[in-house]
């Protein structure tokens, strides 16, 4: 899991300062702003967890790819997946999941300022958790807007904006890593497919698990279902058959992948030519091709 980028809690007062004189009253209490935020994270719902970001972390996390966003609600969440939010008493949040079960007891909080800082004990449930200690976070807000919003977690900053690049250029670097290697699988597919039944498939579509029954040449279970659909880690592919006809073995085929939001899902496009070169580079989205530099193939895990 991703480490945070965080400053010293320090700078909060460079960021946002003392608390104005005409500063509005909060519309819900610190404990309150708390309990929500742990109950977003829990169901790994991002708009909501959204909520609870100050105006300048919001704009950073909105721009965060999903899976970051993800790994950050994480943190607070104390879950692999996605769980549910059990109604309790005001002071607490229980989070289930198959896995475990996350109960956190939220303590009283101490203002200073226009800052709040809560204590919350996290006790975890499951089978290699045996009888451990609860765990204590403290969790910093601040005012903004008549609302408190999430500031710190344990004794640092949560600098969103500062995370964001980060966070997207290793997002994106996986998931160009990952496209090289899926091009691999998608032709090894194709040729397997030749194999089994004497010509290529007419459609990336063809390779995909059966709805039910056996494997056929309509649906020859050679692929998982999302990358039949023609799109994985963030890149979407094309396939096109090159000859006269896709009979015989002289049918050849060619493989194209180009990132689903340039300079976000991806930035650099791939080829695999007729003659299984595969090649990348920097188009800005659009289609490579032959004449980019050739890419060295992956080993093999």
């Not at 451990?132 to 807000?141: D, H």
Request: a neutral charge.
């Amino acid at each position: 899991m991703r480490a945070f980028y965080l400053l010293p809690l320090a700078a909060a007062a460079l960021l946002f300062g003392p608390a104005p004189a005409e500063a509005a009253v909060p519309s819900v209490d610190p404990a309150q702003t708390v309990r929500g935020l742990l109950a977003a994270a829990c169901e790994q719902n991002q708009a909501k967890f959204a909520r609870y970001l100050p105006v300048r972390s919001a704009r950073a996390y909105a721009r965060l790819t999903e899976p970051s966003r993800v790994a950050l609600m994480k943190r607070f969440s104390f879950l692999e997946a996605a769980g549910k939010a059990v109604s309790g008493e005001k002071s607490a949040v229980r989070c289930e999941s198959p896995a475990r079960t996350v109960e956190m007891e939220i303590g009283g909080a101490e203002l200073q300022e226009n800052l709040a800082f809560l204590p919350v004990d996290v006790r975890l449930s499951g089978a290699a958790q045996g009888n451990a200690p609860p765990r204590r976070v403290q969790i910093g807000l601040v005012l903004e807007g008549g609302a408190w919003k999430l500031l710190s977690a344990g004794l640092l900053l949560l600098d969103l904006p500062a995370l964001e690049l980060e966070w997207n250029r290793e997002s994106l670097e996986a998931n160009e890593h990952s496209t090289i290697a899926t091009m691999q699988l998608l032709a090894q597919a194709v040729e397997n497919y030749r194999r089994s039944y004497a010509h290529l498939p007419e459609r990336i579509e063809q390779l995909g698990p059966p709805a039910h029954g056996a494997a056929s040449a309509a649906a020859a279970g050679l692929l998982d279902a999302e990358l039949a659909g023609g799109a994985k880690s963030g890149y979407r592919f094309r396939y096109v058959i090159v000859g006269a006809s896709s009979q015989g073995a002289q049918a050849r085929f060619e493989l194209a992948a180009v990132p689903l939001a340039y300079g976000t899902t991806g930035q650099r496009s791939f080829f695999l030519d007729a003659q299984g070169m595969l090649h990348g580079a920097d188009r800005r989205g659009a289609l490579a091709s032959e004449a980019d530099a050739s890419i060295a193939k992956q080993p093999a895990n």
